[in-house]
């Protein structure tokens, strides 16, 4: 790439100047972003106009085998960067990649995403990462899923209705936008009420929706007497209108909150939620 | 439609069963999709296989005309019912056609959205709508705005960088993602930092990106004494990179917000956003 010596760079680096994003490995790497983004603010002090083509050639190269290979901690790897780095495209491009290689949507979503935000979330409570980073990345994850999402092919519509989304308390969006998608996938009219919704208005949604199927995303709970106390309410309007409950992520772990919620099936992944889904709602049942 | 009586559909409005929402005048209107759901439920006893037809023809003719005379009131009224009734695909068409006939996305954003959320937040506030209808009037705003994006032109990419995120405790994202997509037409490299981003983390992103732009946007914030903090370090940082430093959003029409918040800009809307951004950083100035 450019003729600086190793030592140059690790300077740039530890002065800020050169942006680094760790691997998962605890290896110092540059994205082509962050070198550009040098370059552009004088850093290196030269013009080098064939690093950014030659790069992008090396990145497609890499993602093609690990791809080919299945080489899920390198997808994982290149991934990381593109998320850390804030670059939609890359992490689009990605998805779409593997997705062309017959890796399914759930599948990326479950061996790439999903570790590498869980790796995110780990490295930032211990101190590795900053909040932005931690931000940029659900950025991206939110733009590249929903990116892959739309070029998906869809089953039909059969017009059967799910309500998803994440009691009060918890904004973990991302989790709740690949169980939408996923049942959209599945020719669901899929509608999600978003993060952080009170389960008493959850419950008021039911009313209004008549879904057969409700999904309730958590990562992290609190005030669990408040959601003792509105999920009787919310349990009372499902099984009034015959609805399924699906309950799904990290807060149902701690088996204070799993008694809290009274469900019909509890999804560990993406994976075992569509089996429980295709299970339950096979397509011969569907209303036309 | 169906051969039933006013008196009637109250009784399965005010039951519940089917559910209505208000129009800013403060009037009952079902939308197709409720009537629908309420007769998929078996509500009206009876199936009438032409109205969803019929109904989609009539909210075409209607869409057509208030967009051809610029009738805002009745966009909005149009609008709110697709957003509270949780119906991205009628919110984006509504945008699309509008798009269509010369309405540009800024003028419905300003025009269309923005007025219509305000009041749909306001009516909550007052305890006249559900939270729920709240959430979903949100998601149908991003999933609305981000379609009609996707289908805009852009200018020439200038590479140019900007950073954008909503300040700790604030978490309305629509704003944000208007002015992110108001950026990316013309041509610039926005990078959202999504809502609820601390302020000494966003200096940190922008040591790492040395934006020519920050755009803080902010609906409501608390925790002035913290603000105040971080703010001087974000402001040197932006300072030192010689980026502009733009606010925007409700928060700001606080004086005691406004003071500590230092700035080269505050935009009231997205017209003068972008009419500031286009006069500050004029396209002969770019970097190629």
Redesign the interface.
């Known amino acids: 790439m450019w003729a600086v010596s190793e030592s140059s760079v690790k300077r740039w680096s530890d002065s ?1 100047a050169l ?1 680094c994003v760790r691997t998962p490995g605890g290896h110092r790497r540059f994205t082509m972003q962050a070198l550009l ?1 040098f370059q ?2 004088g850093g290196a002090g030269r013009d080098d106009g064939g690093a950014d083509h030659r790069g992008a050639t090396a990145d497609a190269t890499q993602l093609d085998l690990a791809v080919a290979g299945r080489d899920w901690s390198r997808l994982q790897e290149l991934y990381y960067e593109a998320a850390v780095a ?1 670059d939609e495209a890359a992490g689009a491009a990605l998805l779409e990649r593997a997705f062309q290689d017959g890796i399914s949507a759930i599948e990326s979503k479950e061996r790439i995403l999903t570790p590498v935000l869980h790796l995110i979330g780990e490295r930032w409570r211990r101190g590795e990462l ?3 980073e931690e ?2 990345a ?2 991206v994850t939110l733009a590249a899923t ?1 990116h892959l999402h739309r070029r998906l092919p869809r089953a039909p519509a059969h ?1 059967r ?1 799910a309500l998803c ?1 994440c009691p009060e308390g918890d ?1 973990h969006e991302i989790a709740l936008q690949m169980v939408v998608e996923t049942l959209e996938a599945e020719g669901w009219r899929a ?4 993060p ?3 389960l008493f ?2 419950a ?2 039911v ?4 879904p057969q199927l409700v999904c309730i995303s958590a990562t992290i709970v609190h005030d669990l007497e408040r959601l003792r106390r509105d999920y009787k309410h919310f349990y009372r309007a499902a099984r009034h209108h015959a609805a399924r409950i699906v309950i799904g992520g990290a807060a149902f772990a701690d088996p204070q909150v799993h008694d809290i919620f009274l469900h019909d099936f509890r999804a560990i992944g993406l994976t075992d939620f569509l089996e429980y889904v295709r299970r339950e709602f096979p397509p011969s049942d569907a ?1 036309t």
């Open positions: 800020g942006a983004d552009r603010a804030g900053n909040i932005w931000h940029l659900s950025q929903g017009g209705v989304g904004l509608i999600s009420l978003g952080n919704t009170p208005s959850f008021d949604a009313q209004r929706f008549s209303a």
